[in-house]
């Protein structure tokens, strides 16, 4: 059970539900990277290091995997959902030391945070969520600040 309590972190007085910590520990079973439609942010720093990981250049790797959504750009899906990066054999992502910040944060995303019944939503999507190591405040809140979704 997570308790209340006062923290100092970066000087800022909060009060977080999830300050003694959250287990998590990925199962790898790629199911964050399928299913329903959705959108896997990217920005140009993020596009160059994963066509420099499959070998092409920022260029292709934008005809190839990126959509623009608005002023935004986000990898694009395949027709069941997949994630285009993906492995549709091993369902590993085939550019995972370089995915993206919004793959490498989660599930420390504010909306997951917000409350504890969010934070149950997404562990009812995620069965690596409550499981394994503690994952410290300090840890959690670097996560999360890396990204805001
Ligand atoms: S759904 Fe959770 S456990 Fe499964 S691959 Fe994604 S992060 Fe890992
Ligand atoms: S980039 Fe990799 S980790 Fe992120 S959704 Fe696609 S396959 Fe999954």
Partial sequence: MHTIR???????RKEVWYS??????CTQCGDCCSGSEGYV??????INAMAA???VSPLTFEER??????VRRSLTERANGDCVLLDEKTRKCTAYEERPRQCKTWPFWDSNLRTPEAWAEAAEACPGCDKGNLVPLEKIVEQAAKIRI
Avoid: P
Wanted: glycine share 14%; net charge positive; proline share 0%.
């Fill in 6 to 12: 006062k923290v100092i972190m970066a000087g800022i």
């Fill in 20 to 25: 003694n910590g959250l287990r998590f520990h």
């Fill in 41 to 46: 942010w990217v920005n140009q720093e993020e």
């Fill in 53 to 55: 990981r499959l070998g």
């Fill in 65 to 70: 995997f990126v959509k623009r959504v608005g």
